[in-house]
């Protein structure tokens, strides 16, 4: 069982499984392709290079290359990849981080606001950030580039009023 399967409690339902916005994984594979050719072009000219010093560049070379391209494409994709935001008929879940991880969970019931905001890239392309205010001491959750906001909006209004009419209805003994 993984994410967030192994988190929900008995009779719990995930409505909505998604992470950040596609764009946020286009970089770091842009980032990738470029720092590769930039390298081979770069070992390829060193490579010609006579001098008893030209290995010695080009492992150093092969180092800033390595080390760039870990910064900048494998550390962001990770973190793109290790993000998820969760809605389930009872709760909000979101979870960041592969080695440190960071998690919020608010329940339905305690969720006062919910609001986004968006430019028009992110209209364009459909997404947005949310922000989630609750009545609990956690405060609110901000969660950033979420696909299909609006959407994401109005299945959590939804499912809060059902959670609210589910109490409701629990409330009276019927």
């Known amino acids: 069982m993984g994410y967030p399967d192994d988190q929900l409690a008995r009779g719990e339902v995930v409505k909505l499984h998604t992470r950040p916005h596609w764009k946020e994984g286009v970089g770091p594979v842009l980032w990738f392709v470029v720092f590769l050719a930039i390298a081979a072009i770069a070992i390829t000219f060193t490579a010609r290079i006579d001098e008893s010093w030209g290995l010695w560049l ?23 990849r290790s993000t998820h935001y969760v809605i389930t008929d009872q709760r909000i879940m979101w979870r960041e981080g592969l080695v440190t991880r960071e998690s919020r969970h608010i329940p339905l019931a305690r969720v006062n606001t919910v609001s986004y905001t968006q430019n028009v890239w992110e209209r364009i392309f459909g997404f947005g950030d949310m922000n989630i205010d609750s009545a609990s001491d956690d405060g609110e959750i901000n969660l950033i580039d979420v696909p299909k906001v609006d959407k994401t909006k109005a299945l959590l209004y939804q499912l809060a009023e059902d959670d609210r009419s589910r109490r409701a209805g629990a409330g009276d003994g019927t």
């Open 58 to 80: 080009i492992l150093a070379e092969v180092v800033i290359f390595l080390a760039l391209l870990v910064w900048l494409s494998v550390l962001p994709w990770i973190r793109w």
